[in-house]
């Protein structure tokens, strides 16, 4: 082989130098997924920037030839490499990992062969001679018909990778538009130049200057792989994860417009695929007023939504939050969505447990307070009436024995009384009931031992089991006392019990038209103020206010007022919707 310094060769031997430093740079960080790809690219405009110098370095025909031939490599094999690169990034790396992607390879690898055999057939050039009448000498040839399906087929491939990469800019609105744009520059800056040169439109005759921007185009390419890890957090993982979450996933611009949704969210709004590049959030949700107000709600950051579907309603929790870029600006807002079904029966189920271990402490307290105190002075009564009647008629005095008679009967009849209550107390079927159960059985003992009505006026849909189970029982217990108060004292004939919802309170009001009482000296007075103690007592346990009202003649009023929490808050402010 014969060579002659030519001036010229330089920009291709830089040129073929940069893209030789960014493949063994690009092997020595192998471990960032899509650099395989690039390095056999480096390897290919390498192998065709050094090639084309060598061949213009040539001095006589069989020289030129043979590093002519030598570039084919490059011209057949990089279209391959560049496609791969491109699909690891848009998502259909799946060609890569099954190996389909080498059937890419079978129409290049046939045109070398042709190439390098072409002096048998010459389907590829022809009539090929030295032409002397330029700056330096090339090779004058004619094109045989397998050249025009290398160049076709090398820019289909050259082609699909360029729209998969405008789709990514263009029309799919996802977070990564700046890494695909450094790819779809790097690769335009390949591509052009070779087209032009092939469709004779170069502004340089008989001369490839493709090589001459495969520098700045490796730059470029390297450049968006490592500075934005192009290949470490691409679509690739969405189409791996998001697509196939449980949670349903939806990103918005700050026109409220949906930019990207999976098949979960979809699925949720019961939306099919988007056949307009972009749609509003009222237009995607606008089946679900909560979530659509959520979106477009920019302080709100988490919420709640049901679905009626069939017998049983969805439940799900919203969370939104802020998307910015690397300057930290606003540019849209991510929406993920959890099926929390389930979590909320669980809770529900917990919550009846609760309140069913609350009814037995509060009952166990209560029977042992009873037969440790209440329980035994009244045995102690019985047993020393019967033991002073016994003396009296062993003294032959009778003047006592009838009443000693009746306070021998009462008490033993009252000391049956609590050791019954305290054996229904510890009875578990007892435990089964519910709130409107237990203030039911309140209000019917109170009825039928008073003889008094009494008008209940409830929310619609009210059960009591929106509350903590300590705030049941203690509720259940003020009323009660209420009730025992005015069936003791108040002589009334009218009763009523109403419940109210406001805001983030529920309310309980026990009024009667009885004979009242002057409430200031009740505080004073320990005889008639301990049934109003009490119910002090229990309000102050559950972080509740009692305001008694009350005027001489006109009866009484008991209002109970409690504060509730958020989760409580929102199943009774569904309760009050209803």
Not at 57 to 65: N, P, R
Not at 194 to 212: A, E, H, R
Not at 322 to 340: F, K, Q, S
């Amino acid at each position: 082989m014969k060579f002659q310094y030519i001036p010229y060769i330089w920009p291709l031997i830089v040129s073929a130098f940069v893209s030789f430093s960014l493949g063994i740079y690009a092997f020595l960080h192998r471990n960032v997924k899509g650099t395989v790809s690039f390095i056999l690219s480096m390897a290919a405009v390498t192998i065709w920037s050094s090639g084309n110098a060598l061949e213009m370095a040539g001095v006589d025909f069989s020289t030129k030839l043979f590093w002519a031939n030598m570039q084919y490599f490059a011209y057949c094999y990089s279209p391959v490499t560049l496609l791969a690169m491109c699909m690891q990034f848009t998502g259909y790396d799946g060609w890569i990992r099954s190996r389909k992607v080498l059937w890419l390879a079978v129409v290049p690898t046939i045109i070398v062969l042709l190439v390098w055999t072409e002096g048998f057939h010459g389907l590829m050039r022809y009539n090929l001679h030295m032409d002397y009448s330029g700056s330096f000498p090339v090779i004058e040839k004619e094109y045989g018909p397998a050249f025009y399906i290398h160049a076709l087929y090398s820019h289909l491939l050259n082609l699909t990778a360029w729209v998969l990469l405008i789709r990514a800019v263009f029309f799919k609105n996802t977070v990564y538009r700046k890494q695909a744009a450094a790819l779809l520059i790097g690769i335009s800056l390949i591509v052009i130049p070779n087209i032009l040169y092939i469709s004779g439109l170069s502004p340089v005759k008989k001369f490839d200057i493709t090589p001459l921007f495969f520098a700045p185009a490796g730059i470029i390419i390297a450049w968006g792989i490592y500075r934005y890890r192009l290949f470490d957090v691409v679509p690739i993982a969405r189409a791996a994860v998001i697509e196939s979450m449980d949670a349903g996933v939806m990103v918005l611009d700050l026109q409220e417009r949906v930019l990207d949704i999976n098949p979960a969210f979809r699925e949720i709004v019961n939306c099919s695929v988007l056949k307009t590049p972009v749609k509003t959030v009222e237009e995607i949700c606008g089946s679900i007023p909560e979530l659509a107000n959520a979106c477009t709600d920019r302080s709100i950051t988490h919420s709640e939504f049901t679905i009626k579907t069939g017998e049983m309603p969805k439940v799900y929790e919203v969370f939104l939050s802020p998307i910015t870029d690397h300057m930290g600006e606003l540019i849209g807002r991510l929406v993920i969505t959890y099926d929390t079904t389930e979590k909320k029966r669980e809770q529900q189920r917990y919550l009846e447990q609760q309140w069913k271990l609350a009814i037995t402490e509060e009952r166990e307290r209560l029977a042992r307070d009873l037969h440790d105190n209440l329980g035994q002075v009244l045995g102690f009564i019985n047993l020393q009436a019967q033991g002073i009647r016994q003396e009296l008629i062993n003294a032959k005095v009778s003047i006592a024995s009838d009443k000693l008679d009746k306070l021998i009967d009462v008490s033993h009849t009252a000391h049956n009384d609590i050791r019954e209550y305290i054996c229904n107390v510890r009875n578990t079927a007892a435990m089964e009931k519910d709130f409107l159960t237990g203030l039911a059985k309140n209000i019917d003992s109170f009825e039928e031992q008073s003889g008094l009505k009494v008008k209940l006026d409830i929310p619609c849909g009210f059960t009591g089991e929106e509350l903590e189970p300590n705030i049941r029982i203690n509720i259940l217990s003020i009323i009660k006392e209420a009730l025992n108060n005015i069936r003791k004292h108040a002589e009334a004939k009218n009763v009523k019990i109403l419940f109210s919802i406001a805001q983030d309170e529920i309310g309980v009001l026990i009024e009667d038209d009885g004979k009242g009482f002057d409430a200031n000296p009740v505080k004073d007075n320990a005889k008639t103020g301990f049934g109003l103690g009490i119910m002090k007592e229990r309000a102050s346990e559950i972080g509740a206010d009692v305001d008694i009202k009350s005027v001489e003649g006109k009866g009484s009023c008991i209002a109970v007022t409690v504060t509730i929490s958020g989760e409580e808050k929102r199943n009774a402010n569904k309760t009050n919707a209803g």
